[in-house]
């Protein structure tokens, strides 16, 4: 094997590098995506069914009730939204778990991929994915149902904003337990999300919960982006407070969200549980 | 490229070191040092510790206690300092099955921060007869191919220590044999470190020049195989294997 010049084999090292593995992770995931249409379709099947289902249930009830007349926008908004934060997380989740079904995270693990590294690339992958998923499923709420999420304006950008974060949050939560309990708590990276989906008042107001339980609702991010919602498609008013709120929780969250992943990543090298996950 | 030690340092230092799960032992105090250039073999029977020995190395692991200290970077605390300067192969571990083998040699690259890739990419592959393969998924390739092209990933960044976990397991004897000879070809052609975990004795006689033994989590054994060989009185390594695997751990004469 004939050896090469050191100076040309050398490694690229400092902020150069480090989005060099960034970059090399993305390109990964993105080679899975391309490589398997099932999977693209995959992306898209469920929110493409969500929106139907919801949106021929807007136009029975708008035609059947006052309040769903007047109120058009709402059910599809929130199926809208709320697959943005389920799509943004499974997109990090399943990125993730990919590793574990190739049995490639001890590839990974070793080789100089920064956790923080790791975690970004998944935040971009998310995003990618969740730009496959939704444009199709926006303009068919655009076509079919005359709902346009782009004419919410810089809402919809402080909605998907907010709802993108948390959707990482959980992705952070997610794979951290994982990591620490290997694919025997798969089901929770798949799961996750559905228990914000009463907790956030997707379809409904918070004052529709019992008292006690609409503090749980107001402390979680989401809950102020599907209030907003309703107020512009109630009363057409875009109450930026609501956004800052969601936005500091945020903060709060993916800090948290960080911190349970590289404890949970910190108790796998401990446990030894990174080398039976890898082979 | 970092040097953590200057490039001073042995390129592998184990002091002390020990790890438990939970109640049970899986390495109990060994100790060691690699000079550079050199193969060294990691033996034992299952259980023994060598799997966890080298996830230690390579800071996969955290050890319960003593040190792992890889080009002089403790590799419980800053294992990213050197990690570029090392790799890893087994047969054991896949890479992305999906993707095609230039995929994976580019994503293992920009892990690895390889200068000019798409060159190293054709010079690997062009020695590990890789270059008609490189368009082919991973998945859909033979054992033996997708040994080559693990033994790929593991030389794309040309690690100055190279860890390896049965590398020829699973190959028939004339790929296995023609493994071997690039192995050997790489240590002397780069200067590398290697450090091998393997089953096959006669690979371990032909490619180390020291054999570390372990049994249950202890170095029972720790010099060149020829002098291995004469100490037991036997003709070869595979039955000096035998004769300590049907001994006592205790045995006081291994452990002098």
Known sequence: MSGASTSRLRAQVGPTASAGRIWGMVLRYWYVIRSSWPRTAELIYWPLVQMLMWGFLQIYLAQTTSFAGKAAGLFI?????????????????????????SRNLGHLMMSPLRPTELVTALTIVSLVKLLVAMVPVALLA????????????????????????MSWSLGLVSTGVVLRWGLGAESFAWLIAFVFLPLSCVYYPVTTLPGWLQPVALALPPTYVFEGLRAIVLNGAFDAQLMVKAFVLNLIYFALGFAAFAYFLHRARVQGSLVQMGE | MYQADGGRAPPVEVRALRKMYGEVVAVDGIG?????????????????????????????VVPTSGDVRVFGADMA???????????????????????????????????YGVRDLRGRIGEVAQELRLTDLLDRPYGK??????????????????????LLDEPTASLDPDTADWVRS??????????????????????????????????????????TPQALI???????LEEVFLAIARRGADDAELRS
Request: no cysteine; glycine share 8%; aromatic share 10%.
């Open chain 2, 182 to 223: 690039r192995l050997e070809d790489y240590r002397q052609t780069h200067a590398a470190t290697v450090v091998l975990a393997s089953h096959n004795m006669s690979e371990v006689e032909r490619l180390a020049g020291r054999v570390i033994m372990l049994e249950k989590g202890r170095i029972i054994a720790d010099e």
């Open chain 2, 141 to 162: 390739l033979s054992a033996g191919q997708k040994t080559r092209v693990s033994l790929a990933k593991a030389l794309v960044n040309a690690p100055e220590l190279l």
């Open chain 2, 32 to 60: 060691f040092s690699l000079q550079a250039g050199t193969i060294t073999a990691l033996l034992g029977g299952n259980g023994a510790g060598k799997t966890t020995t080298i996830a230690m190395l390579m800071g996969l």
């Open chain 1, 77 to 101: 908004g929130g199926v809208l939204l709320w697959d943005i934060l389920v799509r943004s997380q499974l997109g990090f989740a399943v990125a993730f778990l990919e590793e574990i079904w």
């Open chain 1, 142 to 165: 655009y076509l079919f149902f005359d709902f346009n999420v782009l004419s919410l304006g810089i809402a919809f950008a402080a909605f998907f904003a907010n709802l993108v974060i």
């Open chain 2, 77 to 111: 605390r800053e294992r990213h300092k050197v990690l570029h300067r090392m790799n890893f192969e087994s047969p054991y571990v896949d890479v992305p099955m999906r993707l095609t083998v230039r995929q994976n040699l580019e994503v293992f690259g920009r892990l």
């Open chain 2, 230 to 236: 004469g100490r037991f009185g036997r003709t070869n």
